[in-house]
Nanobody
Framework: QVQLVESGGGLVQAGDSLRLSCAASGRTRSTYVMGWFRQFPGKEREFVAAISWSGGTRYADSMKGRVTISRANAENTVYLQMNSLKPEDTAVYYC???????????????????WGQGTQVTVSS
């Protein structure tokens, strides 16, 4: 079993920045790919960013230029720096991990093995 715990969400104003963190713990030797998704009310989860063990990254076009994903492998932790936040970024943000050898920086939810509980990000105008 693997646990993913997100932190760093909250209420901010448009134009502000937030840094989300996600720590993985439990029965895993390594988290091969870690990703961030977000979910709007009544919508499916959508991809935000993902990073491989070696540092390869993928970003959603809607977030490119405003977010940076990074990771600390020794701590099995991934970060999502979000800048210039907009009210339409308001959503629940989820961390996810692939804990088996995987050669693709996955941008869809299906390959991810574990998910965090989510952290709310609210951006006021």
């Amino acid at each position: 079993q693997v646990q993913l715990v997100e932190s760093g969400g909250g209420l901010v104003q448009a134009g502000d920045s937030l840094r989300l963190s996600c720590a993985a713990s439990g029965r895993t030797r390594s988290t091969y790919v870690m990703g961030w998704f977000r979910q709007f009310p009544g919508k499916e989860r959508e991809f935000v960013a993902a990073i491989s063990w070696s540092g390869g990254t993928r970003y959603a076009d809607s977030m490119k230029g405003r977010v940076t994903i990074s990771r600390a492998n020794a701590e099995n932790t991934v970060y999502l720096q979000m800048n210039s936040l907009k009210p339409e970024d308001t959503a629940v943000y989820y961390c996810a991990a692939i804990v088996r050898p995987y050669n693709i920086v996955a941008t869809t939810p299906t390959p991810y093995d574990y998910w965090g509980q989510g952290t709310q990000v609210t951006v006021s105008s």
